[in-house]
């Protein structure tokens, strides 16, 4: 009688819900997308290499533009280039993957999934020979072996691994916008980081203050420069504070960081949000 109750409190709880949302709007993720931090973990095959110095972040900075971010937490060396087939013309940057290699692959092998974030592109060899290709740091390529064999790990070359997508966890720590070095008053440029959940952005988009001369209070959609880098060429003077809002690529979520960009706002300064996806 008990489960029979129980059953027939959820079946009520989806209808009230469901005559909530037909009377007024409601916030949830649109059903084409998915969320990755309920999604089933789903493994897919790739070939794996690392570059870089053995226990280093394969490279100062990489494709993506974070710069010398990748070797401090929370990326923590912990990151790799990606061949074409997921760099997807930067489009991937940020996003986060578990990476693994079994004993049957090598024996020193651990089995045991590394996260690791996309912050680097891998333009030749094995990268673009295979359909999926995760050209690693060195630390990361060692995170995969058995604790105290990771130089012998390091000595297999081309390796077979299994990856999946999953979201990105830092520990909850708030988006950052570091500015672009070119960025003055009429062009705004910026890196984002540390989006939790999806990791990857779909749409950028920026609202500055209303000028003396202007009415407009509107959002004013960035390109993707390159990379991580989002950019507006607004042709005129932008008037901050600034206020930017993303939009989630797989979730479809959408975060408001407000008045992020201050006045006074300077090239190649870095501003922390309030804000995150998890």
Same mark, same amino acid.
């Given at each position: 009688?008990?489960?029979?109750?129980?059953?027939?409190?959820?079946?009520?709880?989806?209808?009230?819900?469901?005559?909530?949302?037909? #009377?007024?709007?409601?916030?949830?993720?649109?059903?084409?997308?998915?969320?990755?931090?309920?999604?089933?973990? @789903?493994?897919?095959?790739?070939?794996?290499?690392?570059?870089?110095?053995?226990?280093?972040?394969?490279?100062?900075?990489?494709?993506?533009?974070?710069?010398?971010?990748?070797?401090?937490?929370?990326?923590?060396?912990?990151?790799?280039?990606?061949?074409?087939?997921?760099?997807?013309?930067?489009?991937?940057?940020?996003?986060?993957?578990?990476?693994?290699? #079994?004993?049957?692959?090598?024996?020193?092998?651990?089995?045991?999934?590394? =996260?690791?974030? $996309?912050?680097?592109?891998?333009?030749?060899?094995?990268?673009?020979?295979?359909?999926? @290709?995760?050209?690693?740091? *060195?630390?990361?390529?060692?995170?995969?072996?058995?604790?105290?064999? !990771?130089?012998?790990?390091?000595?297999?070359?081309?390796?077979?691994?299994?990856?999946?997508?999953?979201?990105?966890?830092?520990?909850?720590?708030?988006?950052?916008? @570091?500015?672009?070095?070119?960025?003055?008053?009429?062009?705004?440029?910026?890196?984002?980081?540390?989006? !939790?959940?999806?990791?990857?952005?779909?749409?950028?988009?920026?609202?500055?203050?209303?000028?003396? #001369?202007?009415?407009?209070?509107?959002? =004013?959609?960035?390109?993707?420069?390159?990379?991580?880098?989002?950019?507006?060429?607004?042709?005129?003077?932008?008037?901050?504070?600034?206020? $930017? =809002?993303? #939009?989630?690529?797989?979730?479809?979520?959408?975060?408001?960081?407000?008045?992020? $960009?201050?006045?006074?706002?300077?090239? *190649?300064?870095?501003? =922390?949000?309030?804000?995150?996806?998890?």
């Amino acid at each position: 009688m008990a489960l029979f109750a129980i059953s027939h409190l959820v079946i009520l709880s989806h209808i009230l819900i469901a005559l909530v949302c037909f #009377t007024s709007p409601c916030f949830s993720f649109k059903a084409k997308h998915f969320n990755l931090t309920t999604s089933a973990t @789903h493994w897919s095959s790739a070939g794996a290499t690392w570059y870089g110095s053995p226990d280093g972040a394969g490279s100062d900075g990489g494709s993506c533009g974070y710069g010398n971010a990748v070797s401090q937490a929370p990326f923590s060396s912990l990151v790799t280039g990606i061949g074409p087939s997921l760099y997807k013309s930067g489009k991937e940057c940020g996003a986060c993957y578990q990476v693994k290699c #079994t004993k049957k692959v090598h024996p020193m092998c651990s089995g045991k999934g590394v =996260r690791v974030v $996309i912050t680097d592109f891998c333009p030749g060899g094995p990268c673009v020979s295979q359909s999926a @290709h995760f050209d690693l740091s *060195g630390t990361a390529f060692g995170s995969m072996a058995i604790p105290g064999h !990771e130089h012998k790990l390091r000595d297999a070359g081309v390796l077979q691994i299994r990856y999946a997508r999953v979201a990105c966890d830092y520990s909850r720590k708030n988006i950052v916008f @570091h500015i672009d070095q070119g960025s003055n008053p009429e062009y705004f440029a910026v890196v984002i980081e540390f989006e !939790e959940g999806d990791g990857d952005l779909a749409k950028v988009e920026l609202k500055e203050t209303k000028s003396s #001369t202007s009415t407009t209070d509107q959002w =004013r959609k960035m390109q993707q420069s390159w990379g991580a880098v989002w950019k507006l060429d607004a042709g005129s003077e932008l008037h901050p504070p600034f206020s $930017i =809002r993303l #939009t989630s690529q797989y979730s479809d979520q959408i975060l408001v960081a407000k008045n992020v $960009i201050p006045t006074g706002w300077q090239p *190649g300064a870095t501003y =922390r949000s309030l804000v995150n996806y998890i």
